[in-house]
């Protein structure tokens, strides 16, 4: 009999961003701008005592034939404020915001993340995204968007960037006190110098560090090159793969990086993207998935997702009818602006697609959405409990980031009767028992290196700290 302890399931609450997983035109949604749907979501999952609130974000809506797509929401107002806001109305939960390297300089970033674990008392957490089109990009000064290889190679670099400027602050700094009349210790804060091919800084970094001396870093990317960068930089992966054996592999693979990079398996937890669709017996949560998944990918979304594939208008045809007999036009793959579906062999696919559904008897509408289904747990409170705990304890995740279908009650019954049935089982903390995320996560806090025989600061220097 194994001796092993249990593993503790890490949890996140996502509040979606652009996409089509949110379905607003349902009667029990409710606003996703007003700040009372975002507090409602992260004083419940606190409640629920979740590691995190995730919040998504994109830099510009997509646009499919020049309109916008079907269920993505319009108005939502900037991630930090929004957080810096949650701040205010939480006390332990972590708070998670997507923040893109490719359009954003590292002063401003280390900066803004800096404020937010300072206000928040550690409990700050940078999604790191880079672009994937000139679609994005044709919003930025900087204009079009950098070639592939490229993206990782900037992000790295702001990553370096932002890290110096975090650590060019001493762990015993002590900030001035005016009334005193008292200044930071001399040589509390160093100078950063850097000269790079994405960035140049140089100066003094005005903010302190926060109480988790980085910010916890999340990132996404699924590529080799965004494994590999995963896991050099990553604190935390928000993957794809959250069915068991895809998400065993995945944790294998990026986990099995980490040595090359001097870092051990627990510095870095894998937590997927899931959604969880709960009744009172398993053919009645079915019967609800099945529901949400035809609120979510409506007739006109079915033809849009297919049109990016076959570069072709497909208007003309039926949704619950049969899939194209056309082919591809492989040289027209730009229909959907902001976030296209990358198919390397378009025409390879539709052939795919076409078999499945002949031998499914799907319509256009079933295949898009048995094609598109992220996974996730379906079935009694009990059931997706056993699940959730299963995938952890045998490695195929550290947790999850759940996804609800709704805003911002999508989770409450997964928050009512889910989490007390982890917590019963001793999978899942039923208080805090630390102050900041990077506790919750059992990650450490970095350090800074010792700073021993620095040269006297420049006259410069010691007049932006205040020194005479």
């Known amino acids: 009999m194994s001796t092993r302890p249990r593993k503790q399931i890490h949890l996140g609450a996502h509040f979606p961003g652009v996409n089509n997983t949110t379905v607003w035109s349902d009667p029990r949604s409710r606003s996703q701008i007003d700040f009372a749907s975002f507090e409602h979501l992260a004083r419940r999952a606190e409640d629920a005592k979740l590691d995190f609130f995730f919040l998504a974000e994109g830099l510009r809506l997509r646009e499919h034939k020049g309109r916008i797509h079907d269920l993505d929401v319009v108005g939502r107002p900037d991630t930090l404020p929004v957080l810096a806001a949650l701040a205010a109305v939480t006390d332990r939960l972590g708070l998670a915001g997507t923040i893109n390297t490719t359009f954003n300089e590292p002063w401003e970033l280390a900066k803004q993340f800096a404020t937010l674990d300072l206000l928040s008392e550690g409990r700050a957490a940078w999604n790191l995204v880079t672009s994937p089109d000139a679609f994005t990009g044709a919003n930025f000064r900087r204009g079009g968007y950098l070639p592939y290889p490229e993206r990782y190679a900037r992000a790295a670099e702001v990553v370096e960037v932002t890290r110096a400027l ?18 930071l210790r001399p040589g509390s804060v ?20 926060g109480p988790q001396g980085h910010p916890v870093l999340f990132q996404a990317g699924d590529s080799a090159d965004g494994r590999d960068f995963a896991a050099r930089t990553a604190d935390v ?46 053919a009645e949560a079915e019967e609800r998935a099945r529901e949400i998944r035809l609120q979510q990918v409506s007739g006109p979304t079915a033809i849009a997702f297919l049109e990016q594939v076959w570069g072709r208008d497909l208007e003309a045809y ?47 509408r079933e295949l898009v959405i048995q094609v598109t289904s ?62 900041t995320l990077r ?6 806090r970095p350090g800074t290196a010792p700073r021993a025989a620095d040269p006297e600061p420049s006259a410069a220097s010691a007049e932006l700290v205040g020194r005479p």
């Open 166 to 183: 975090w650590d060019s602050w001493d762990d015993d700094a002590v900030l001035a006190d005016r009334i005193a009349g008292e200044f």
């Open 190 to 209: 160093r100078p950063v110098a850097h000269h790079g091919t994405y960035a140049d800084v140089v100066g003094l970094f005005e903010t302190p560090r």
């Open 237 to 282: 992966v928000f993957s794809a793969h959250s069915t068991f054996d895809a998400g065993r592999a995945f944790c294998e693979d990026v986990k099995g990086r980490l040595a090359a990079h001097g870092r051990e398996r627990d510095s870095l937890k894998i937590l997927p993207a899931t959604v969880v669709v709960l009744g009172d017996t398993p």
């Open 318 to 364: 039926d949704p619950e009818g049969p899939l194209p007999d056309v082919d591809p036009d492989t040289e027209n793959l730009s229909i959907t602006r902001g976030r296209v579906r990358h198919a390397k062999d378009p025409a390879a696919v539709a052939e795919a697609w076409r078999e499945q559904a002949e031998a499914n008897g799907w319509s256009i």
């Open 374 to 435: 992220r996974g996730g747990f379906v079935g009694t409170p009990q059931q997706v409990a056993d699940d959730i705990d299963r995938h952890v304890q045998e490695d195929a995740s550290d947790g999850f980031i759940l996804v609800p279908h709704l805003t911002p009650g999508g989770l409450d019954d997964v928050f009512d009767r889910v989490v007390p049935l982890l917590q019963e089982r001793g999978s899942f903390r039923t208080e805090y028992e630390g102050t």
């Open 439 to 444: 506790e919750h996560l059992g990650l450490a």
